[in-house]
């Protein structure tokens, strides 16, 4: 009968104790002097001893080496592999070097959102269902032996039920130390746990394990948690629970937070706490050994960071998203008296590109990998010519026009019986996914969900025209500034201040120029609604997706600004209608206002 985890982490605890005792048998005679001597000798020098712990990050719904926009085997430039099938196999790999039992596995959170696989078991084939399916996810985690997971701000995207329900699917805890009940201010999900290795020496080491989740799900998922859930920060749960940890006897601390190292907070001062905090906790709370570190999508192998109270040396490390990279801690104990101490860790990262898919994930996930094959490929309309995304970080192109004008005719149905009816629609669409394309001919399903990757919901706010400016001038800031005669190279005229794409807005119904001879906050210029200036004091509808709303990305005015409607579904699906609706998208049909790049009124492009 093959062994489980559980069993051959028990046996081999059994049979590396036993080896130790044969070990200590005297090979030639001594004298019971020497031998007690000896014997002594031994039992007060410290024992070493290894241990690793293993850790991904920002999964985001991704299984199996595939991108489901595309419906080909995922592929980028610097020719990386995504997937738990692929982690899978770096996994076995450490454990078979190190030993079973001298292994953790954990995760920082973002697991259950981010492809099609991910959406269709949250929405189409709900796992809420009566006799739901089990999530991809948590079948792939569980067979691959997952010990712990931080919940990621992605995990309550779907709305509460879900994350419970996913959950409840898992054979290891969902740990939350900052995710608390509104009313009760107690812990709505475990917020540690203690894992027991043995070591083959002395006692269990006792090892134990903080999930930290991001603040700012109060902001981006507020329509799903508030009244019910609440999220303080990172450092001020840390200093709580971490104490804890020791005191109920952990002899290793290892933090498992949802937050970039140091990274400026993308809600600036709305909320008290910051959004990137990893870092400052390896500073500030003592008693940390490792942070993995999650939520930035960023590959640092390794950071040093001294404790201010102790003096210790924290180590930070963040794979990068997706599973294309697993760290490994490495840990350096001694057993000395009774105590295990930490005597050096330091990380590393296994790049998933390197070794094959573990084939027993791929047959695990393969019938729902199918389902979800044939759901993407519906053919749900036509195009009269090709749209492409590639341009539309510094170019006005027909893809996000399609973006706005379908945001815009949703909103305009929905207040066409109320007092709003009469006003000017406007709408905001980012740039999400550099890679999306919807093919002249047929359009399949997958070609508008790889345009709009988020599951945003509609929002309609109401704003004035001076209002509207400032939301442009904020996000000119994506720009760098450029005299009359510099030299143009895309790739650096955008992404300034640290601004993601997905933070960068234009609006459509309104023609504008951006000067980038001028200084942030006074680069829009020619503003205008149907050829006519935009009157400061006028009043428009915007029609705005709901992380933006709530204050994603910190634009002003809006999250203020009166709500008059709002959807409950996502963006994605009403695109996905209107498409099935008009039969047809003809770029000429569906654009909305212009706006251009200048450079003292001459274009760039």
């Not at 000798?41 to 690793?52: H, L, Q």
């Not at 089990?134 to 792939?140: D, N, R, T």
């Not at 409840?168 to 201010?185: I, R, T, V, W, Y």
């Not at 994603?552 to 498409?579: C, L, Y």
Request: net charge neutral; proline share 6%; hydrophobic share 40%.
């Amino acid at each position: 009968m093959p062994l489980n985890r559980r069993d051959f982490v028990t046996r081999s605890a059994a049979t590396a104790a036993g080896a130790a005792l044969v070990g200590a048998v005297p090979v030639a005679a001594a004298t019971p002097a020497a031998a007690q001597g000896a014997d002594e000798a031994a039992r007060r020098a410290p024992v070493k001893e290894s241990f690793t712990v293993m850790g991904t990050t920002d999964l985001h719904g991704h299984v199996l080496n595939w991108e489901y926009f595309t419906d080909s085997e995922y592929d980028d430039k610097a020719r990386n592999d995504v997937g738990l099938a692929k982690i899978s196999t770096l996994v076995k790999q450490v454990r078979e070097e190190k030993g079973c039992h001298r292994t953790l596995l954990i995760d920082a959170g973002d697991t259950i959102q981010g492809t099609q696989l991910s959406y269709y078991f949250a929405r189409v084939e709900p796992i809420t269902g009566k006799r739901g399916p089990k999530h991809p996810m948590a079948a792939a985690m569980n067979a691959i032996g997952y010990d712990a997971a931080a919940l990621g701000n992605h995990e309550f995207n779907y709305g509460i039920p879900v994350l419970r329900a996913y959950e409840k699917q898992l054979d290891f805890p969902l740990l939350g130390a900052n995710a608390q009940d509104a009313k009760s201010e107690r812990p709505a999900f475990p917020p540690y746990v203690i894992k027991e290795l043995h070591l083959g020496h002395g006692r269990s080491l006792r090892v134990g394990i903080l999930g930290l989740t991001n603040p700012g799900i109060a902001i981006w998922d507020k329509a799903n948690v508030a009244g019910q859930l609440v999220f303080p920060g990172i450092m001020e749960m840390a200093k709580k629970y971490v104490p804890r940890l020791r005191a109920a006897g952990a002899d290793v601390v290892v933090v498992a937070s949802h937050s970039g190292m140091d990274e400026v907070s993308s809600y600036g001062d709305q909320l008290p706490w910051p959004e990137n905090a990893s870092v400052q906790l390896a500073e500030t709370v003592p008693g940390v050994d490792a942070v993995l570190v999650g939520h930035a999508h960023k590959e640092i192998p390794q950071r040093l960071v001294v404790n201010r109270t102790t003096g210790k040396t924290v180590v930070l490390s963040e794979p990068l998203c997706w599973g294309e990279r697993l760290t490994c801690f490495d840990f350096e104990v001694e057993y000395h008296r009774g105590a295990w101490t930490v005597s050096s860790v330091s990380s590393r990262v296994l790049n998933s590109n390197t070794v094959p898919e573990d084939p027993a994930i791929v047959q695990l996930i393969g019938a729902q990998h199918r389902k979800v094959v044939a759901y993407v490929n519906q053919v749900i309309g036509t195009s009269k010519t090709e749209l492409s995304i590639a341009e539309a970080r510094f170019r006005d192109v027909p893809i996000i026009d399609l973006i706005g004008r379908v945001q815009a005719d949703a909103v305009r149905t929905a207040l066409a019986s109320t007092s709003y009816a009469g006003l000017p629609v406007l709408a905001q669409a980012a740039p999400f996914n550099r890679t999306a394309l919807i093919p002249a001919g047929q359009v399949k399903l997958r070609d508008a969900a790889g345009l709009y990757i988020y599951e945003n919901t509609l929002e309609a706010r109401l704003l004035t025209g001076a209002q509207i400016k400032d939301y442009l001038e904020y996000s000119a800031k994506y720009f760098a500034q450029r005299a009359p005669g510099d030299p143009i190279d895309p790739d650096t005229l955008t992404n300034q201040q640290n601004t993601p794409d997905y933070n960068y807005d234009s609006v459509y119904g309104v023609s504008y120029d951006i000067d980038l001879t001028r200084p942030v906050g006074s680069r829009i210029t020619g503003l205008s609604y149907e050829g006519s200036p935009v009157d400061p004091a006028a009043q428009f509808v915007l029609a705005v997706n709901n992380y933006r709303a709530n204050g994603g990305g910190n634009f002003p005015h809006v999250a203020a600004a009166t709500k008059v409607w709002s959807d409950s579904d996502e963006i994605r699906n009403t695109m996905i209608a209107w498409v099935k609706a008009k039969g047809v998208i003809d770029p000429a049909e569906i654009s909305g206002g212009t706006w251009r790049l200048v450079r003292a009124g001459v274009p760039l492009f």
